[in-house]
Structure formats: structure tokens, C-alpha cells
T-cell receptor
Framework: DTGVSQDPRHKITKRGQNVTFRCDPI?????LYWYRQTLGQGPEFLTY????????KSRLLSDRFSAERPKGSFSTLEIQRTEQGDSAMYLC???????????????FGQGTRLTVV | AQSVSQHNHHVILSEAASLELGCNYS??????LFWYVQYPGQHLQLLLK??????LVKGIKGFEAEFIKSKFSFNLRKPSVQWSDTAEYFC????????????FGSGTRLSIRP
């Protein structure tokens, strides 16, 4: 399967613990996105990368959240000191950006479902 | 800031009925537009996309959407729905720039009565 893969698929953690999720995008895609989705809502933008550069981070994202894409390939999303409100599905997507304005649609992974107890 | 509005939160139709789901976006410049579908228990999949050219776009599974620039709209249509179209549908937009995130609407849940 050469699609976007996310690991783990499910994570249950106690409040206050740190968690880290991994995303492996489609290999030739230079753009990588992180979204959060709660029940009955659309994907909410968290942050995105073009190659290894983090170009934008949502103002809704607290300082407890950090994302990296060190070599422009896979990415990690870390949540420190988790809270019950962090419970959600965390989605990763990738796309091929082709310079000024060009690009393809985003392809999504299956997501990581986080439950904070 | 760009945003996407989907007017219908939950639509219930019988099989063979026609479907139209509304989507409006707020951004004055050139945009790329998408409709994604999420079937129960599955990941988001692209239904169709508009980048440029013919404003009437045809996608998979008999869906189509029309981009009306003057109305900032990109409504999704299907002439005859099937029970298998039961899913959540999301409209999304990104602006035509070299560094642009994709913004999603809140989604429309479509339920088809067999």
C-alpha cells in the first residue's frame, strides 16, 4: 500500500501523559498536513509542512502541540501533558505542491484515534 | 481568512432521489475546490476537484459539482442517489498560492433510505 500511513491507529493515554504520532506520506509528496477531527465536525487544520519547513500552525493549537518533519519525509505530532479535550481523531494528509499555485489534492491516512482518560 | 460553509448538516433521502449539497467559501482570490467523502469507518477520499477550466466538474460514482465564482459556491449534485452513498461529505478549499493550507467545511451527513 503506497498511501498515507499513520501509526498508531488507536492510542489510549492517561491525562497528563505525552503522546507522539507518526505519519508517513506518499513518497513523492512534498506537502504534509495535520488535522484534528471530532465527531460530527470537519477536519480542523492544525499545521502543515512543505518539505521540512513548517509553513503554518493554527492559532488554535496550544503550545502543548508540536510537529516535526525533520528530513522532509515522515512527520511526528507530539502532544504534551494531554487533556481530555485532546481526545479526537488526528489525521495526516499529503499532497504534491508544484510551485506557485499548483498542486494536487490531499490524500488522507486512516488517522490516529486518541482517547485521553 | 478563508472559510467554508456547508448549509446542510444532515440530509435524508430515499433511493433514486436527486441530491444537491450546498457549499460556499469566503475568499476573494483564485481558489482550488474539493469535495471529499467519508464512508462509515473509512478515511477521507476525494470525490472531485476543481482547479481551473470548465466550472462543471465530474467526479467518481456519478457525482458532479458546479463552481459559480460570482456566488462563491461549489455545490455537489447527483441525479439519483443509492443506499451506498450514505456517508459524510466535506467541501474544502485552498487558495491559489504557493503556500496554502486546505480548509474544510463542517460536513453534511447524508443518509439514504433503502
Amino acid at each position: 500500500d503506497t498511501g498515507v500511513s499513520q501509526d498508531p491507529r488507536h492510542k489510549i493515554t492517561k491525562r497528563g501523559q505525552n503522546v507522539t504520532f507518526r505519519c508517513d506520506p506518499i513518497s513523492e509528496h512534498n506537502r504534509l498536513y495535520w488535522y484534528r477531527q471530532t465527531l460530527g465536525q470537519g477536519p480542523e487544520f492544525l499545521t502543515y509542512f512543505q518539505n521540512e519547513a513548517q509553513l503554518e500552525k493554527s492559532r488554535l493549537l496550544s503550545d502543548r502541540f508540536s510537529a516535526e518533519r525533520p528530513k522532509g519525509s515522515f512527520s511526528t505530532l507530539e502532544i504534551q501533558r494531554t487533556e481530555q479535550g485532546d481526545s479526537a481523531m488526528y489525521l495526516c494528509a499529503s499532497s504534491l505542491g508544484m510551485g506557485q499555485g499548483g498542486g494536487t489534492e490531499a490524500f488522507f491516512g486512516q488517522g490516529t484515534r486518541l482517547t485521553v482518560v | 481568512a478563508q472559510s467554508v460553509s456547508q448549509h446542510n448538516h444532515h440530509v435524508i433521502l430515499s433511493e433514486a432521489a436527486s441530491l444537491e449539497l450546498g457549499c460556499n467559501y469566503s475568499y476573494g482570490g483564485t481558489v482550488n475546490l474539493f469535495w471529499y467523502v467519508q464512508y462509515p469507518g473509512q478515511h477521507l477520499q476525494l470525490l472531485l476537484k476543481y482547479f481551473s477550466g470548465d466550472p462543471l466538474v465530474k467526479g467518481i460514482k456519478g457525482f458532479e459539482a458546479e463552481f459559480i465564482k460570482s456566488k462563491f459556491s461549489f455545490n455537489l449534485r447527483k441525479p439519483s442517489v443509492q443506499w451506498s452513498d450514505t456517508a459524510e461529505y466535506f467541501c474544502a478549499v485552498n487558495t491559489y498560492s504557493s503556500a496554502s493550507k486546505i480548509i474544510f467545511g463542517s460536513g453534511t451527513r447524508l443518509s439514504i433510505r433503502p
